[in-house]
């Protein structure tokens, strides 16, 4: 069940924003009068598929492949590498025969759609939920092997990397990646110490799931009311440091212990006010006892709908410069961040295992923009390469000749598919290991 909802919640995710995407180069080449001979959700190779019907002279469908999708427009060198239409007379209908400035916002429209997607999703997110995160002051890290060997420990408060000072703790890992950090400053116990961190190892901050998780202090909040332990003396605010003798610091540190001790009474060491009690609990099969921890406070803000509007787009602005700095990590191999590219199998697994709206939006909102960001690339193939040929022509006065943009465009599939192996290479390396 798990599996087909993650399945299902990519595919509507990748379906929605392709047509958005191909509806902004549609709508603009219908705005200038250039005929769309093909809309298609999906491919249909071997002109096989699931769906097609005709409207407006344009035949959309519903291809049998289930990768992408595709706006095919008359004159236009693209993907499907139809040549047969250059050879012809150009027709005023055609990509080719109009102005430059005209073709210029055709191929930027998918990118723009996106944009403009990601900036109404964020504000409609402000405007739903308001925006909510737990703080990093006054919270502490539990760390994993990686976080471990790079020289934080379990319990560390992260005061600042170099002269920054985080304030939002879900995102300390994103931080240390993006802002090129050099040096950590810690609070460990009652000393401040600094962390110099070995920029070699941030591939391996970008594909470590979670290396900065929140250490949360096992204190009871409440005692489930049809639990095990129902009767037992636990109050709210006990805070629980050992289980038959073995000391747990962190609700985290319990886990593994607890699950040994399942389907037994134990004797839990509790610390209530200025007093340690010694109080029996009951372990269920799976491990648990039956209590609900004080979390950390999360931080919210509400907002009404004209202030959702210039924090949706803060937050826009805001994510699409913190992909902008994941994607320069790429063009430094030395970092290693080649290694974190992943497929839609890696975009499957940030989906949540239930149905959530307000996750599922959110995934939405970063994926347009990480597909508008990704077409800006200047790869031929991609939005990015054909805007780069059109500005060159709109500043030098000359087009680039049809062989030349076959030719490119030939390229830039071999570097396409190239990156789309090494994606699907990253993930299939992923689950080996």
């Not at 995407?21 to 001979?37: K, Q, S, T």
């Not at 047969?84 to 007379?89: P, T, V, Y």
């Amino acid at each position: 069940m798990v599996i087909f909802i993650k399945t299902l919640q990519v595919i509507l995710a990748l379906s929605v924003l392709i047509l958005i995407h191909e509806f902004g180069h549609f709508l603009w080449a219908r705005a200038f009068g250039i005929r769309v001979e093909k809309f298609y959700l999906f491919f249909d190779l071997g002109g096989k598929a699931l769906a097609r019907w005709k409207w407006g002279g344009t035949e959309f469908g519903i291809g049998w492949l289930p990768f992408g999708g595709y706006c095919k427009i008359a004159g236009m060198v693209d993907e499907s590498m139809d040549l047969k239409q250059l050879e012809r007379e150009p027709q005023p209908w055609e990509f080719r025969t109009h102005p430059a400035w005209q073709r210029l916002l055709v191929m930027a429209g998918g990118v723009i759609n996106n944009f403009i997607f990601a900036i109404l999703a964020y504000i409609a997110i402000m405007g739903i939920w308001g925006e909510s995160y737990i703080e990093n002051r006054g919270n502490r890290i539990y760390v994993d092997d990686l976080a471990y060997e790079m020289g934080f420990r379990t319990g560390d408060e992260i005061l600042r990397f170099d002269d920054y000072e985080p304030e939002n703790f879900g995102m300390l890992q994103a931080d240390l990646v993006r802002r090129n950090v050099h040096k950590a400053t810690v609070l460990r116990g009652g000393d401040t110490l600094d962390i110099y961190i070995d920029q070699a190892r941030i591939g391996e901050v970008l594909s470590d799931p979670l290396m900065f998780d929140l250490a949360i202090p096992f204190v009871v909040d409440s005692v489930m009311q049809n639990g095990l332990n129902a009767g037992a003396d636990l109050v709210r605010g006990d805070r629980i440091v050992a289980f038959d003798g073995h000391p747990v610091e962190f609700v985290q540190d319990s886990r593994p212990l607890l699950a040994e001790l399942s389907s037994q009474e134990v004797a839990a060491s509790v610390v209530r006010g200025d007093d340690t009690l010694g109080l029996p609990v009951r372990v269920d099969s799976t491990g648990r006892i039956g209590v609900y921890m004080q979390m950390p406070g999360i931080k919210t803000r509400h907002y009404n709908f004209w202030e959702a509007i210039p924090a949706g787009w803060r937050e826009a602005g805001e994510s699409i410069g913190g992909y902008l700095d994941d994607l320069s990590l790429l063009a430094r191999p030395s970092t290693g961040a080649y290694k974190s590219v992943g497929s839609f199998i890696a975009i499957g697994q940030v989906f949540p295992e239930t149905w959530d709206w307000f996750r599922f939006l959110n995934i939405l909102a970063l994926l347009s923009i990480m597909l508008g960001v990704m077409n800006l690339l200047p790869i031929p193939g991609l939005d990015g390469g054909h805007i780069l040929f059109t500005l060159y022509e709109i500043v030098s006065g000359r087009k680039p000749g049809q062989k030349f943009l076959v030719a490119a465009q030939l390229i830039g599939m071999v570097i396409i598919f190239a990156l789309m192996f090494l994606a699907f290479g990253n993930d299939i390396a992923r689950i080996i290991h």
